[in-house]
T-cell receptor, first 114, second 110 residues
Framework: DGGITQSPKYLFRKEGQNVTLSCEQNLNHDAMYWYRQDPGQGLRLIYYSQIVNDFQKGDIAEGYSVSREKKESFPLTVTSAQKNPTAFYLC?????????????FGPGTRLTVL | AQTVTQSQPEMSVQEAETVTLSCTYDTSESNYYLFWYKQPPSRQMILVIRQEAYKQQNATENRFSVNFQKAAKSFSLKISDSQLGDTAMYFCALSNDMRFGAGTRLTVKP
């Protein structure tokens, strides 16, 4: 079955540590996205990538970094520079350049900073 | 700037009744798509319905329909014959820059 996988489902981090969230898709989609979800604020775009080896900042990129070395993978690193990293993180993908097509979402990762 | 606004943080409806969720948006583009996504307690985002800005006819998917008012930049979702499984967060989204509204938490009561 085609889809998006995110791991781990739950992640705990000590303050000052970097942590990487995994996102993999086998839908052959060119575009991939990372969102952060906080209560009452909906989804906010962190980074997105339309093609391999290229990515752009979203609205809240500070304290985060990404890479896109393979079409299938778009890992997100939450660095120690992110002041309030506790949140639910969603990865999504879509066909590039086709606006009528919706985004497909992974199951999410809940990150908690201890 | 392109924004999406959902002014109803929470709503509730009795099972089998009809409820309407509101969404307004702002964009300078002429060609765009609007979406409603559902996020149940499992937190898996699911597409409910989509609307193309160029189409005057409102989209319908079974019990879900939209009221798209392009001039007013309004895109409301109507759920008919509400079911307990409709309990979820509902997000309105604009295609062009992948922006989502803050969401409306809908509770369907038995």
């Amino acid at each position: 079955d085609g889809g998006i996988t995110q791991s781990p489902k739950y992640l705990f981090r000590k303050e000052g540590q970097n942590v990487t969230l995994s996102c993999e898709q086998n839908l052959n989609h060119d575009a991939m996205y990372w969102y952060r979800q906080d209560p009452g604020q909906g989804l906010r775009l962190i980074y997105y990538s339309q093609i391999v080896n290229d990515f752009q900042k979203g609205d809240i990129a500070e304290g985060y970094s990404v890479s896109r070395e393979k079409k299938e993978s778009f890992p997100l690193t939450v660095t120690s520079a992110q002041k309030n990293p506790t949140a639910f993180y969603l990865c999504a993908s879509s066909i590039r350049g086709v606006r009528r097509v919706e985004q497909f979402f992974g199951p999410g990762t809940r990150l908690t900073v201890l | 700037a392109q924004t999406v606004t959902q002014s109803q943080p929470e709503m509730s409806v009795q099972e089998a009744e009809t409820v309407t969720l509101s969404c307004t948006y702002d964009t300078s583009e002429s060609n765009y798509y609007l979406f409603w996504y559902k996020q149940p307690p499992s937190r898996q985002m699911i597409l409910v319905i989509r609307q193309e800005a160029y189409k005057q006819q409102n989209a319908t998917e079974n019990r879900f329909s939209v009221n798209f008012q392009k001039a007013a930049k309004s895109f409301s979702l109507k759920i008919s014959d509400s079911q307990l499984g409709d309990t979820a967060m509902y997000f309105c989204a604009l295609s062009n820059d992948m922006r989502f509204g803050a969401g409306t938490r809908l509770t369907v009561k038995p």
